[in-house]
């Protein structure tokens, strides 16, 4: 569930993958899971992101750390 997610990368006002306002197009890389989040979906600041042959984890300056591993538990 989407309200479930942390702030970075939770409901929010801007498009993680963009940085654009919530509801424009996502990449199609990202629709097919393919590219992690970039944008922070609280502020639209961009995000430290490290991909790693396991997942990855994104860091917003304001909203803190979310990792790929933390996600997958939550499915």
């Known amino acids: 569930m989407v309200a479930d997610l942390p702030a970075p990368i939770g409901a929010g006002i ?3 993958y963009t940085g654009k306002p919530a509801g424009s197009s996502v ?3 990202a629709q097919l899971g393919l590219e992690p989040p970039r944008f922070c979906a ?3 600041r961009r995000m430290v992101v490290q991909v790693r042959p396991d997942g990855w984890w994104a860091k917003c300056s304001r909203h803190g ?3 790929s591993a933390d996600l997958e538990a939550q499915r």
């Open 42 to 44: 609280e502020c639209g």
């Open 65 to 67: 750390r979310v990792d």
């Open 14 to 16: 801007y498009n993680v």
């Open 27 to 29: 990449p199609t890389a």
